[in-house]
């Protein structure tokens, strides 16, 4: 069983749908990242965080630490949301553990 | 743009040789990790530096060396090639270990 669990791993949604992505981690941690990685490759930090909630435009990340889960809402979606979208924890030696990352499509 | 920067952007080398991937941090940024991501792995963590000294690793082969210099830039040497080493090694940096981290473009690694 992988440290970092992602879901849904494929996600289709239309133009304007809120969107729910979540990972669940089995490690103890310090913290949690979500990071989107564009078809090109590049990759972004969108949300750095260890406990409560944060926003960001129409990016909102939870984290329950106690039952050692996250979220990533979308709201409004957009078709240049289209990426894939990996979770990765902050391991107590410092090193990080990725999910296998949620590949998020939104069709016009 | 994320003012990591990572050179080359591409390369292509034969099994058996070595190679060195360079990654100059966004400016203030002490800390620099490397980071490798392949199509059947994803992404793995391999090595954190922090102003100079090693502060985390992660799967690392023994063939790789990292090191991080006193200009704060950071180089992964990856040596006795194999086809498996084929990926994206990416490079990222950020002020302190508990801070977000700024990713640069990758170097596309090709093992022929």
């Known amino acids: 069983k992988n440290e970092v669990e992602q879901s849904p791993q494929n996600l289709t949604a239309q133009e304007g749908e809120f969107i729910t992505i979540n990972c669940s981690y089995s490690?103890?941690?310090?913290?949690l990242h979500w990071l989107q990685q564009h078809p090109g490759g590049g990759i972004v930090s969108l949300f750095m965080l260890s406990s409560g909630k944060k926003k960001h435009g129409r990016l909102i990340a939870t984290i329950n630490i106690q039952e050692k889960h996250s979220s990533l809402h979308i709201t409004a979606s957009h078709p240049r949301d289209s990426a894939v979208y990996i979770c990765?924890?902050?391991?107590?030696?410092?090193?990080?553990?990725f999910g296998k990352g949620t590949k998020l499509s939104v069709k016009p | 743009d994320s003012g990591v920067t990572q050179t080359p952007k591409h390369l292509i080398t034969a099994t058996g040789q070595r190679v060195t991937l360079r990654c100059s941090p966004r400016?203030?940024?002490?800390?620099v990790y490397w980071y490798q991501q392949s199509l059947d792995q994803g992404l793995q963590f391999l090595i954190q530096?922090?102003?100079?000294?090693?502060?985390a690793k992660g799967n690392i082969l023994e063939r790789f060396s990292a090191q991080q210099f006193p200009d704060l830039h950071s180089e992964l040497n990856l040596s006795s090639l194999e086809l498996g080493d084929s990926a994206l090694y990416f490079c990222?940096?950020?002020?302190?270990?508990?801070?977000?981290?700024?990713f640069g473009d990758g170097t596309r690694l090709s093992i022929l």
């Open positions: 990765a924890v902050v391991g107590s030696q410092g090193n990080l553990i």
């Open positions: 530096y922090y102003n100079g000294e090693e502060r």
């Open positions: 400016s203030g940024d002490l800390s």
């Open positions: 490690v103890g941690i310090s913290a």
């Open positions: 990222a940096s950020s002020t302190l270990s508990n801070q977000p981290q700024h």
